[in-house]
């Protein structure tokens, strides 16, 4: 935003702290047929702002995209006040927000992107740890589309956002154990694409979902609705299971909640016994 600040200063507007007020003005110059970005740290741009994006910009269903920085754990050290994992649930119970989360940067610049021409609110978002580039130049953004990025049929993994790249990484570990995975990148949280959730449930029999995020609707809650509507097969949620985070390295906290390649493999695995 301080790049786009010093390159159009006629067109950048800095609210300070007082996100509420952010999110109001931008659903006026909406209201006024403007194409509204709006950004700040996650934690306030749907927590401390969810009335005025409901009320202000969902309601009447204007053209403002939020790109929201700092989500999930990987905050790391700012802690739990900063470490927003509510995010994905508060901005898909409003009618007509679409929700993105980029699987890495590639997908991010493309989301922003394309959100330009999607009608309606648009929720992105985005990580702040460095996080590896998955995806090649060739990847296409699509609203609605999930792509699968390794093929397998003994179990399904969903993820999306940084989980993405911890997901391949599992796959890679649970391939040597002979068991083949499918990894699908789910960025657009709502809408969901249902199809390629109920293609995977029905070829690989379970499904496991992964999110930096409350496992209380998340991802795992909207592939849970798309199985249970179309191809009900075992699943299970990795995710912060109703318990806030805490202070240290991103990548410490990822292995501690579980939520790193390890820890996905391991309930890959307890779901397999399961699947049997």
């Not at 600040?5 to 006026?28: H, I, K, L, S």
């Not at 980029?102 to 996080?131: C, F, Q």
């Amino acid at each position: 935003t301080k790049a786009f600040g010093q390159a159009y200063p006629d067109r950048f507007f800095n609210f300070g702290v007082a996100e509420a007020n952010m999110m109001g003005t931008a659903g006026g110059l909406a209201s006024m047929g403007r194409t509204v970005f709006a950004s700040s740290f996650a934690m306030f741009a749907t927590g401390k702002a969810w009335e005025q994006l409901r009320q202000c910009v969902c309601v009447p269903n204007l053209n403002v995209k939020v790109c929201a920085t700092h989500a999930g754990l990987t905050v790391g050290e700012d802690g739990k006040s900063h470490q927003m994992l509510e995010d994905i649930a508060l901005m898909r119970t409003i009618p007509n927000m679409k929700v993105i989360v980029p699987a890495d940067a590639t997908e991010a610049r493309l989301a922003v992107l394309a959100a330009v021409d999607i009608p309606g609110p648009v929720y992105i978002r985005l990580s702040r740890a460095s996080t590896k580039v998955i995806l090649g130049d060739d990847y296409r953004f699509e609203l609605g589309r999930g792509t699968v990025l390794r093929e397998g049929t003994d179990l399904a993994i969903c993820a999306c956002g940084v989980e993405v790249a911890e997901a391949l990484e599992a796959a890679e570990m649970l391939c040597a154990e002979g068991i083949e995975v499918r990894v699908i990148n789910l960025s657009t949280v709502d809408p969901m694409d249902e199809e390629l959730v109920a293609t995977a449930a029905r070829e690989c029999g379970a499904i496991l979902t992964v999110e930096e995020h409350q496992i209380r609707g998340g991802l795992g809650d909207a592939v849970a609705q798309a199985v249970v509507k179309h191809q009900p097969v075992l699943m299970d949620m990795v995710g912060m299971d109703g318990e806030f985070g805490q202070s240290g390295p991103p990548t410490e906290l990822l292995a501690h909640y579980g939520l790193d390649a390890a820890g996905i493999a391991a309930r890959a695995r307890q779901l397999l016994r399961r699947k049997g």
